[in-house]
C-alpha cells in the first residue's frame, strides 16, 4: 500500500493577498526594528554627552 501524505494548501485564488500580506508584515517589522535601534542609538548618544559633560 502506497504511503499517503496530505498536505493543505489553501486556496490558491487567495495567493495574491496572501502574498501582499506577508511582504507588508515583513516590512512593518523591519520599520519597526529600524526606529527601534534610532531610538536606542539616540538614548546611548545622550547619555555619553551626558557623561562627558560632568
Known amino acids: ?27 512593518a517589522c523591519f520599520a519597526w526594528i529600524v526606529l527601534e ?3 536606542a542609538s539616540s538614548r546611548l548618544r545622550k547619555i555619553e554627552q551626558k557623561s562627558k559633560s560632568d
Open 1 to 27: 500500500q502506497p504511503l499517503e501524505i496530505s498536505i493543505p494548501l489553501g486556496n490558491t485564488t487567495d495567493l495574491p493577498v496572501v502574498e501582499f500580506g506577508t511582504s507588508a508584515v515583513i516590512l
Open 37 to 39: 535601534a534610532w531610538r
